[in-house]
């Protein structure tokens, strides 16, 4: 005797099990993995990447031209501090532009190595079996041959030199031939992807571990080395580089050639200079090499490469105070008229022999103004041409206290403007002079133009990775090359024993085609392969192929096929 428990009314049960925490957490990183190596997903990234980069081809940066950001913060006081807080003014250092660029990263990786090892074991496949009716392709063909079957697939063989041929049996005494052609465009396709993430990886790596350096140099035998930061007018080190640890090389430049066309375009610049290497210091050689640097032709020493970015003008002043001791000023103005070189700036000068320091800063002088390489003349000084045919000078002489022991940082081409605010800077003499020409001043002082001196802007840049980059970018091509150029297609054989009751010939061939596009001209190919393996029999008059429209291949599943479409449009 058996008995049924019956739970009582109103009791469902016990509730179905839920997966457990660990195992959902794994299908969410899957899932997320799927989604974010899918080829969609690195189109997104891409496409944002490219839209993320926009600001910073549109807008100043703060890192090449902090000066113009400035600007645009003054023009725009409403906008500006907005774009600003979101870092469009330094778009390739910010935190959201990094993690679009690491995402596009990642997806490209993770696309590309299950993809790869896919396409070794297609390569390593022999090509897919002859489909059961030829005559469904968009390329097909019909004859016969007196030739037995096994010299007919052999002709076939010899033929397709270069494709790569399968042959089989099937009963009945039917052989075919499956034959492909044009695997190089998808290893195209693959070093074309893979080549876009070693390019993005070595400009990671410059990011990181290069820097760029600037320093204005007088073309007058001045001496630069790369020995530090210091060095240097303007340092931007990558991510990883703290400034020490630079490859030490030291430069003077001897002179400094420019030459301009009528219209005051620049015809060429060229500067003179003498170079050491490391390697040359270690050996115990201590003379120096010469090389002309010239504008996109830099100078590679010890991994780095030196650049001549521009040049300009440093007016030379002599100053003799009361007591006969003499000053000499010499320092690069800077230009504000790039069409004339109409350059501005302030050389500023300490009085010799003055211990107390009240006096010393009541006493010291300033020569700010304008210098014309040549000049407009009359009172108000301009430059009408770049060269120096005819250098003259607009100069207010100031005196008192410069600022410089203040402590804060003021710009060498200019005058701290509190200072004069406060009265505590006097301007004490306003002329023109040109070379030879002298100021005398109220108290004796007397300040001579001597001359001018050429100095040039170099920049110094280092990047570990230019190479990696440069091969990169070559295999890009190349493999952007092979996926546009070359075609995929596909050629199949059917040979069959004619019928006894037949007098036409001995076997039966029949022949198909398949291309990915008709816009590659697999048409006619297919015509001329037809035309020697099945040519029409003189009794027949059969045609030796036919072509239409693309079709699908009838022994390839249709997922099979979208997929590989989609495959080959990426």
């Not at 959902?24 to 490219?50: D, E, H, P, V, Y």
């Not at 002329?431 to 300040?447: F, H, Q, V």
């Not at 199949?492 to 061939?509: I, K, L, N, Y």
Request: aromatic share 6%.
């Amino acid at each position: 005797m058996t008995s049924t428990l019956q739970a009582p009314p109103g009791d469902a049960g016990p509730p179905p099990s839920r997966p457990g925490r660990t195992r959902q957490a794994l299908a969410l990183a899957r899932n997320t993995w799927r989604g974010l190596t899918s080829m969609r997903t690195a189109l997104i990234l891409l496409f944002l990447l490219a839209v993320a980069s926009l600001p910073g081809a549109l807008l100043p940066q703060r890192t090449p031209s902090p000066n113009a950001v400035d600007d645009y913060l003054t023009r725009n006081p409403t906008l500006g501090p907005i774009l600003d807080d979101l870092g469009f003014f330094d778009v390739f250092a910010t935190p959201w532009f990094a993690a679009i660029y690491l995402l596009l990263f990642i997806s490209l990786i993770g696309c590309l190595v299950p993809r790869s090892f896919e396409h070794v074991r297609g390569l390593r496949a022999e090509p897919v079996s002859v489909p059961r009716n030829l005559a469904r392709l968009p390329h097909h063909a019909r004859s016969t041959s007196d030739d037995d079957p096994d010299t007919v697939v052999e002709t076939a063989r010899r033929r397709l030199r270069g494709w790569k041929v399968a042959v089989r049996s099937e009963p009945g005494g039917v052989r075919t031939l499956s034959a492909e052609k044009g695997a190089l465009r998808e290893v195209g396709n693959l070093v074309f992807h893979l080549s876009l993430v070693a390019l993005l990886g070595g400009i990671a790596v410059g990011k990181l571990l290069g820097y760029e350096g600037q320093v204005i140099v007088m073309a007058d035998g001045s001496e630069f080395c790369n020995s530090g930061i210091y060095a240097y007018d303007s340092f931007r080190p990558g991510l990883q580089v703290d400034g020490t640890g630079l490859d030490p090389f030291c430069m003077i430049v001897d002179d400094f050639r420019a030459t301009f066309r009528p219209d005051g375009q620049p015809d060429s610049f060229d500067a003179r200079v003498r170079y050491q290497d490391t390697d040359a210091v270690e050996r115990g050689d201590t003379t120096w090499q010469s090389h002309d640097l010239a504008v996109n032709d830099p100078l590679r020493v010890d991994g780095e490469r030196v650049y001549l970015l521009g040049h300009g003008y440093a007016p030379r002043f002599t100053v003799m105070f009361p007591n006969g001791e003499q000053r000499v000023g010499l320092i690069q103005w800077r230009p504000v008229d790039q069409a004339t070189l109409l350059s501005e700036g302030a050389t500023k000068i300490d009085p010799p022999g003055v211990t107390d320091e009240a006096e010393r800063r009541r006493s010291q002088l300033a020569i700010t103004g304008l210098f014309a390489p040549t000049s407009s003349g009359g009172g108000l000084v301009t430059s009408v041409f770049p060269a120096l045919n005819d250098p003259e000078v607009a100069v207010d002489v100031l005196r008192g206290d410069l600022g410089l022991d203040s402590g804060r940082a003021q710009s060498i081409f200019e005058v701290d403007s509190t200072m004069v605010e406060q009265g505590r800077l006097q301007r004490v003499a306003r002329e023109n002079i040109k070379p030879g020409g002298e100021i005398a001043l109220d108290d004796g002082t007397r300040i001579r133009f001597d001359g001018v001196e050429n100095w040039v802007s170099l920049q110094v840049s280092h990047d570990p990775a230019q190479t990696a980059v440069l091969l990169a970018a070559i295999a890009l091509l190349g493999g952007l090359t092979l996926s546009l150029t070359v075609r995929r297609r596909r050629f199949w054989v059917r040979v069959s024993p004619a019928a006894p009751s037949t007098t036409e010939g001995r076997t039966v061939v029949s022949l198909g085609g398949l291309a990915r596009t008709d816009r590659a001209g697999y048409g006619e190919e297919f015509g001329r392969l037809a035309a020697e393996l099945a040519p029409p029999h003189p009794d027949t008059g059969e045609d030796a192929g036919e072509t239409g429209r693309e079709r699908p291949d009838p022994d390839v599943p249709a997922d099979e096929q979208d997929e590989q479409e989609d495959h080959d449009g990426r």
